[in-house]
């Protein structure tokens, strides 16, 4: 198995280069933001009661979104291995993470950061607003809060797998290739 954390703030390309890892490895996405956009739009409990913070771009109680990831998990047994985007945002859902992957005798193999600085993320989230239908990429407080909140319990959790050398950052401006490329060489370094 091959489990690899795909971290950096919102708008840093995560999802882009998902697609590009799952193609390439061969391995299962998982989008936490992407679960909830689902729940959201069928309305169901799990999907309102997500949308109270996503609308203010908070984050959804740790509970609620370690037990969609386990169920989303649990739902997958054929994967090769994960790419967790956007999961986990705080300490408490990597520590989470680890303790149900360790159950699984599997563990996180790498955690690759997309590094942008915040200008350029506010400029790329308004433009992706102007297509992706997103309100909280509609709204510039939306934004700015939401790269508040990464920075103030979120950017902790590349120190937290750091501890264990399995952080790396990698330059997250360029063309797709240019940072498919740096991110392969990260992860081929570790699943050779
Ligand atoms: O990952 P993404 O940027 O698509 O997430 C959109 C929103 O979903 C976040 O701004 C946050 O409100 C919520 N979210 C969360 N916890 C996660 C992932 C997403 O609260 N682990
Ligand atoms: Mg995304």
């Not at 990698?170 to 699943?191: A, C, H, M, P, Q």
């Amino acid at each position: 198995m091959l489990n690899l954390i795909l971290f950096g703030p919102p708008g840093s390309g995560k999802g882009t280069q998902a697609e590009n890892l799952v193609n390439h490895y061969g391995l299962t996405h998982i989008s936490t933001g992407d679960l909830f956009r689902f729940e959201m739009g069928n309305d169901t409990p799990l999907g309102l009661k997500a949308k109270e913070y996503i609308s203010k771009g908070e984050l959804v109680p740790d509970e609620v979104t370690i037990g969609m990831l386990q169920n989303k998990v649990n739902s997958t047994p054929e994967a090769k291995g994960f790419i967790f985007d956007g999961f986990p945002r705080t300490i408490a859902q990597a520590e989470a993470l680890d303790v149900f992957l360790n159950e699984k005798e599997t563990t996180i193999h790498i955690l690759v950061a997309l590094d942008v600085d915040d200008d350029e993320i506010v400029k790329r989230l308004l433009n992706r607003g102007l297509t992706s239908g997103r309100a909280d990429d509609n709204d510039e407080d939306i934004i700015r809060n939401r790269i508040k909140v990464y920075n103030a319990e979120t950017a902790q959790v590349f120190d937290y797998y750091g501890k264990v050398d399995k952080s790396v950052k990698v330059e997250g401006v360029g063309s797709i290739e240019e940072i498919f490329n740096r991110l392969k060489t990260e992860i081929d370094k570790v699943s050779a």
